[in-house]
């Protein structure tokens, strides 16, 4: 019989359990943020170690010089998030397994098509007690259908894995304007607060709640009406539209959400990873911005082209779970319920001009959310 995770923990002496040791998995733009938001709640909390690593894909910069070097050196991620001081106790560490091995709770926030790859490099390599929380936006399809990126953290690596969204660009938190943001658990309500003191300070408010894939599926989905919002701004279509865009998409994105699972609470839509997340980045994330300049090209200039001169490395998520969800929407026959996630993607791919994002308003969707729950008729 396996120990308990209790019998697990390393103890003091006295009986107390051992700080926690935290380790940011990846560090680009919002990766930093959350070693900054971190790093400085653990020097000030007693149940964590102050140091906390963040694993850095190396790269060599313009100057010859490491990237975890000059991290380290100037303790700035002076790619990624130029000017911000990430803290003295976050350690860049360009060897993942390395920047793991100690640590019991484990933060995940890199683009979430290295996830899978990821997680396989780190089979056997985390401690038993480990937890983990995700904050990728995102979602895996494989032939028996969507995988959540919680969930593939959990299977493939065999730990509890809970989830953090919300409004939340990273620039912004970055330089201390007020956000907030939620974290999802299963049923562990005390690990849940354990990560809601991690984060929270007096400008990133956080706050949980028990379902995982509601904020999950929010955070992956808003990322598909962004896109849509942004070639209404690309065509100037002004606000009225894309008002309406972004209401049309949140139904979606509640429809979708609670045919693939039914767990889904109605209530997790108000919270910031839902109807805050959507707003803030139809109105200024990447995805919107690139996908307005898409449109201003006659869809003439492709995603990828747009993403390498636009973003500075980062990645573009919404176009990939566009193309995710279509994959879903297809196999399930599910393609007409959702007019504006399918439009979005065969814009995308150019099946369909940037001007087709209002035209497919005129078919009405068959599903109703009248009381609360969705019914296919």
Request: charged fraction near 25%; charge should be negative.
């Amino acid at each position: 019989m396996a120990p308990s995770l209790e019998s697990q923990r390393p103890t003091l002496e006295d009986g107390e359990t051992a700080p926690s040791k935290v380790t940011i998995v990846g560090s680009g733009n919002w990766g930093s943020v959350a070693a900054k938001l971190v790093a400085s709640n653990t020097l000030k909390l007693s149940s964590f170690h102050d140091e906390v690593r963040m694993w850095v894909f190396e790269e060599t910069l313009p100057s010859g010089e490491k990237l975890t070097e000059v991290i380290n050196r100037t303790n700035e991620n002076v790619k990624y998030l130029p000017g911000i001081k990430l803290g003295q106790n976050v350690v860049a560490d360009p060897d993942i397994e390395h920047a793991v091995k100690d640590a019991n709770m484990l933060v995940f926030v890199t683009p979430h098509q290295f996830m899978e790859g990821i997680c396989k490099r780190l089979v056997g390599k985390i401690r038993e007690d480990a937890e983990a929380i995700s904050l990728i936006k995102g979602m895996e399809v494989k032939t028996e259908g969507p995988c959540m990126i919680s969930t593939l953290i959990s299977q493939q690596l065999g730990i509890n894995c809970c989830v953090l969204m919300g409004a939340n660009i990273a620039n912004e938190i970055a330089v201390e304007k007020f956000s907030e943001a939620t974290v999802g658990y299963r049923e562990n309500r005390e690990m849940a607060q354990k990560w809601v003191g991690l984060f929270g300070t007096p400008y990133f408010m956080v706050s949980a709640v028990q379902d995982v894939e509601g904020v999950e599926l929010c955070g992956t989905l808003k990322n598909i009406v962004a896109i849509a919002a942004g070639f209404v701004d690309g065509l100037e279509m002004g606000n009225n539209t894309k008002a309406a865009i972004m209401r049309i998409g949140l139904r979606e994105m509640k429809a979708f959400s609670k045919l693939l699972f039914s767990s889904v609470r109605d209530s997790t839509f108000f919270e910031s990873c839902g109807v805050a997340d959507l707003i803030t980045t139809c109105l200024g994330g990447r995805n919107r911005k690139c996908a307005d300049a898409f449109a201003r090209s006659g869809g003439k200039r492709s995603f990828d082209e747009l993403e390498a001169e636009m973003l500075q490395g980062q990645k573009l998520q919404g176009v990939s779970t566009a193309k995710e969800v279509y994959e879903v929407l297809s196999h399930r026959g599910w393609l007409e319920l959702f007019p504006l996630f399918t439009t979005v993607h065969e814009i995308c791919i150019g099946r369909l001009p940037p001007s087709a994002i209002v035209e497919y308003s005129e078919h009405t969707p068959k599903f109703s959310l009248l009381d609360g729950s969705t019914q296919l008729y």
